[in-house]
């Protein structure tokens, strides 16, 4: 695990031309994945969120990638929180702010809560 000038841990790999490769992603560094795989996400929000929609993580977030917020559309009807694939940085900031320990690394997500990955995809359209 690297950290970069930000503090945040870093432990993710990304794809750069089809290929995987591993090393730190910095603090406001956007990350794009190549893959032709299923849809992998640094962070997923798992079932401790439904019905509490709790928005500090949607505070810690450094580049507002956790949907939908209080003041947008949707936020009502949706049963939880989500984050963007794309949008995501992979800081980590979301994991501690969360009260009700809902965001897991995807590689930390409980396998009870697998399906929960595709969930999180699929408010995207990814």
């Keep these: ?22 090393g730190v992603l910095c603090y406001y560094q956007r990350r794009e994945l190549v893959s032709t795989e299923k849809s992998q996400m640094a962070y997923i929000i798992a079932e401790p969120c439904i019905g509490t929609k709790d928005t500090a993580c949607v505070d810690a977030c450094p580049v507002d990638c956790i949907h939908p917020k209080k003041d947008e559309d949707g936020f009502a009807e949706s049963d939880q929180l989500f984050i963007d694939p794309v949008e ?12 009700v320990s809902a965001i897991f690394a995807q590689d930390d997500l409980p396998e009870k809560w697998a399906h929960f990955t595709e969930k999180n995809a699929a408010h995207f359209g990814r």
Excluded: L, Q
């Design 88 to 99: 995501c940085i992979d800081c980590g900031a979301c994991v501690p702010a969360c009260p």
């Design 1 to 22: 695990m690297g950290r970069c000038y930000s503090g945040f841990p870093h432990r993710k790999t990304w794809a750069a031309n089809g290929e995987s490769a591993s």
